[in-house]
DNA sequence: GATGAATGAGAGTTCATTCAT
DNA sequence: AATGAATGAACTCTCATTCAT
């Protein structure tokens, strides 16, 4: 990718943490990256290549750095991902993105688009845990659940457990980290 | 509430099944209800505030609904409970709404007057789930768990499960009904 | 005059005051007379209409206490006069509607009725001018000018000196009233 | 400035001249210059911001073309300058601009911005004319008067007579030049 | 005599997009 | 590769006016 994309790639999510996504214009992006609208336009063809190319390489990176994360065993690495997903990094701007990424997600269902990437991302989280569920199962460190739907299951909590932070500001991530550990992660762990 | 009112709120609901939230347009809400812009004004001062006083009465009568459900024994009403707000009522029309709301709630963190409601409401649905498991404990028909915690695992992972189901398209909602029953609602039932 | 009729002169009046005449709406009119605005309708057919009955009666009741105002000798009456018409009575209303009724006037080329009224009104300022000129000189306290013509210079004057204090805030009313007195009140009198 | 910038300035000279202040419209404005009304916004944020520049070049170039009258002595000169004031170049555009720029004047109470501008235009009248008696006085054509004082009053008077004049469509302006030369500039000139 | 509900026309402003350079 | 100028379509909101009651 040529550094200009990169740029402006890198100033679509800057005005993303500060306008959202509701209110974020080719203006905005612009001028964050110090460049004309027109030159937007030139590397992509719309507002929408726009933003599912930024969807694209943004998931791909966030991907890369959940690849990163290793433990020696499988229920440290389980623990260490459902961190990362329940908390992410927690900046300031991480907040704020966390916000405009909400409202990206919500447009889904109207932009295949962004929908196709949003769900390949999904996908593959799924299989991140699902594999070291079924990890956990060869090494004998967890029961015989069925791997893929044990995911499913910590994805959904996980994902429901952020976006009532994020809309509703009263954050109980850590009483359903808690109460996920005692309900299903201790229901996994061998002894 | 005029009948005025009462229909323009119809229409609201309606334009937002057609059109999302981000789309919604107050000529589209007039255009539903077959009257002019301008009624829409003389009614209600801004769009936002409109849009306030839908959620608030949609809120409402959702609560009313899940109220009026009922069952001989607590096990049965928590089934009840869960199923109704994983799955909803499944008519096309709530397929549509649903997709609306989950815009609406991207919007709550830049819009106190919706966060607020929206707050409100999951107050609600955790009481509803808090209470009913409290009254499972004090039956004799559940274990002796925190009401609250295990209420708020169980709406983190049903708001979770509809949203990727609104946004993904990806219908994972049985499975996780099936893991919750399992992992939580299994641990929960004395025998 | 019904009794409405004069409160919603009144409220026009203070209406005036608070929004000037550019953002003057019969809305406000009807909210400072706390009645409907359907009753102004009803009672003048047209904003203009109202406008106009307005700016009679205003005119017509200044023009009374224009005439109220006495004095023993010609050249005091004139010192007394020129006093109100440059300075009128310094209450803050009295601001606020000397901005309003300039805005007012301004709208007399485009609105004849408007400026008919305001026509008969400086007809009746100049002759009550020129009428106090002109005893003066019967009564051989001031020279033998041609009191129309002076009445007008004398017009032409306050009223500028006023819009200018209006519109730039910069008061010149005093320095202006001291050289009327030296160039032409002087000039007039006999001794 | 750029050729568009000044078209559209030049349109709206003539848009004011054409609907007046008050019914000045983004559109009218747009018509008159040929363009879209989005551009006017591409080139001014606001219409105010577009007046304020109007208004700000106008006088600008309204106080050059006084600056370029030029006589060979002081009285002859006041005479010009006074005329000028008085008349202005009565062409009829110039009759509808009057109008025009009368109402902006008397929103120039409610907008700094219009005040700020007129303001400094009337300082710069004024001491065109003080200037001009100063000269006059040192010179020995003027008996020695207080310039500051006899130009505002001059300017009040000029600025009267030409509101009534537009306001009333009375015209008193050759009237009150008489008036004045006989009470005011023949006090002034030295035999 | 008085009201509340309703309208239509139009205002200023925003924004993704295009095009000539 | 990059820009500035320009557009068109759409948006929310305002307001004098009307009409049924």
């Known amino acids: 990718m040529s550094e200009t994309k990169e740029e402006i790639l890198r100033a679509t999510y800057h005005a993303l943490c500060d306008h959202g996504f509701a209110d974020l214009t080719m203006q905005a992006i612009a001028d964050e990256a110090g460049v004309s609208k027109s030159l937007l336009h030139y590397h992509y063809d719309t507002k ?5 190319s930024f969807l694209g390489t943004f998931t791909e990176r ?3 750095k959940l690849d990163a994360l290793d433990a ?3 229920a440290e690495r389980l623990d260490l991902i459902v961190d990362r997903l329940l908390f992410g990094q927690d900046d300031s701007d991480q ?3 966390g916000r405009a990424f909400l409202e990206l997600r919500a447009q889904a269902p109207h932009e295949p688009a962004y929908r196709d990437q949003l769900a390949a991302n999904e996908e593959f989280l799924r299989a991140v845990l699902a594999d070291t569920i079924e990890d956990g199962i060869e090494q004998g460190v967890f029961h015989d659940v069925d791997p893929e ?4 299951l910590l994805r959904a909590t ?14 109980t991530r850590e009483v359903v980290r808690d109460a996920l550990d005692d309900h299903v992660l201790s229901d996994l762990r061998v002894e």
Chains 1, 2, 3, 4 share one sequence.
């Open 48 to 52: 929408q290549d726009l933003i599912t």
């Open 62 to 64: 966030f991907e890369d």
């Open 72 to 74: 020696d065993d499988p």
């Open 95 to 97: 907040t704020d993105f």
């Open 149 to 152: 739907r044990t995911a499913r």
């Open 158 to 171: 996980m994902d429901g457990a952020r976006s009532q932070h994020i809309t509703l500001g009263d954050d």
